[in-house]
Structure formats: C-alpha cells, structure tokens
C-alpha cells in the first residue's frame, strides 16, 4: 500500500491527513504488528458511517487528533460515541492553523436524526459563516454527503446538497472531503475539480493527503486580529 502521498497539494511539510468514510478498512483495522501505514500521520478525519470501535482503534494507533462528522447510519453515536475523538459537525475547528469545517448528513429521505432537507442543511450551513468570518477563512470542508453535481447519484437517498456548491463558492476552501458515495454503485470517481478552485475528495475506505503548508495560514498568522490574539494563549496542538 502506497502511503506518501497516495493523494497530495503542491506545498510540503504541511499536514498529513488520513481521512476514513463509510467502510472499515482491514488493513488499518486488522493490525499484525505493522504500523507503517500509522507512521507520520498528524490528523485523522472521518467523513462519517464508521463504527465506534474502529474510529477508537484508529486514534490509538496513529496517537494523533480525530475528528468526525456523523453519517446518516450514526444515529447511534448519540448513546455510543466515539471516544478518545471530537465530534466537528456543525462547527470549525482549527488544528495547528489548519481550519476545518464540518456539517454531516444525508439528504433525509427516511426518519433519522443525521438527514436533512436542503432548506435545513442550508440553515446548518449558514450557521457557520461567522465562525468562518472570525478565522478569516476556511481550509478544508469535511461533510458525509457530497456537494449537488460533483461525485452524487441521481436517487434521493445518494443526491448532493445544492448549499455544499453555494459554500465551495462562498468559502473556496483549498479541499473538501466526504463520503457516502460508494464505488459499487456505479459511476463513481474519487476527485473532482470545482470551479471554484476546491479539490473535492471522496474518503470511501481510506485515503491519505499531504497538504502542503503554503496552503493554509500558521497558527496565528489568519490577519484577524481579536482570534489571532486569542489563539497565542493556545497550545500548537490544541484543538480550537
């Protein structure tokens, strides 16, 4: 298995970032004293519809930060989530300048407490224009479902969300990553370029991604004076 970069930005000496989606993958779970696929790893994103166990397993291993957004089969997260790992949805969060939005989610087309309509995941999105405002921007858009035309199906249960697009616009952060589109059904491609200049990555099993470091601000150097004066009272590895 290929590591550095199977999937990589221009710059170097950035973040590596193993992002997981919607299966198990047994050659990160099922470990036999091998932990080369571990070594270097600094962030660990999950696009969501992953088991407890193996979000734990996977922030034990790589012994590196985990953050999540919920798929439309994690209702049980609610009563079981997983530990050890920080729930991002509907918020952003900055992990050593690294800023990172998160909304996850389905289109509802059953009962469910992570489905949404487009008129309630626009609401969700819109929520977070001022955290994104305060931080001067956003770097990367982790959600489960993907943006309306890039990487959906055309069923109800798989459609993309028409807001997504709006705030690949709206925001242009460098990446997105996501989930909930599998290989097996059908036309599917792993990257798509928007025209807004967001390379849009789907996270299906495992993926691994260097982002360079001229791609995103230092910690403290994002130009907004009130959070860049708030983030020198944080550690480097603080999550905020």
Same mark, same amino acid.
């Given at each position: 298995m290929t590591m550095w970069p199977e999937i990589s930005g221009p710059g170097c000496d950035g973040m590596k970032i193993l992002a997981v989606a919607d299966k198990e993958t047994d050659a990160l779970w099922n470990?036999?004293?091998?932990?080369?696929?571990?070594?270097?790893? =600094?962030?660990?994103?999950?696009?969501? =519809?992953?088991?407890?166990?193996?979000?734990e397993f996977l922030v034990s291993m790589a012994n590196c930060p985990l953050l999540y957004v919920r798929g439309n089969h994690d209702d049980h997260y609610r009563e079981r989530p997983p530990e050890g790992c920080l729930d991002i949805d509907g918020r952003v969060a900055d992990y050593r300048g690294l800023r990172i939005m998160g909304l996850g989610g389905s289109m509802r087309y059953r009962k469910g407490i992570n489905m949404y309509g487009e008129d309630e995941m626009r609401a969700r999105a819109e929520r977070l224009n001022r955290s994104v405002r305060v931080r001067r921007g956003v770097d990367l858009f982790v959600s489960h479902a993907p943006a309306a035309g890039y990487g959906d199906q055309p069923d109800l249960p798989h459609r993309g969300f028409s807001?997504?697009? =709006?705030?690949?616009?709206? *925001?242009?952060?460098?990446?997105?990553? *996501?989930? *909930?589109?599998h290989p097996s059904y059908g036309k599917w491609k792993k990257e798509y370029e928007h025209p807004g200049g967001t390379r849009i990555l789907n996270a299906y099993g495992a993926l691994w991604l260097e982002i360079g470091e001229d791609e995103y601000p230092a910690r403290g150097k994002t130009g907004s004076l009130l959070y860049d004066w708030y983030t020198s009272f944080a550690g480097e590895d603080a999550i905020l």
């Open positions: 470990w036999r004293g091998n932990q080369k696929q571990y070594e270097g790893v =600094d962030l660990i994103l999950s696009c969501g =519809d992953l088991k407890p166990e193996y979000l807001c997504f697009d =709006d705030l690949l616009w709206k *925001h242009r952060p460098a990446y997105m990553l *996501h989930g *909930h589109v």
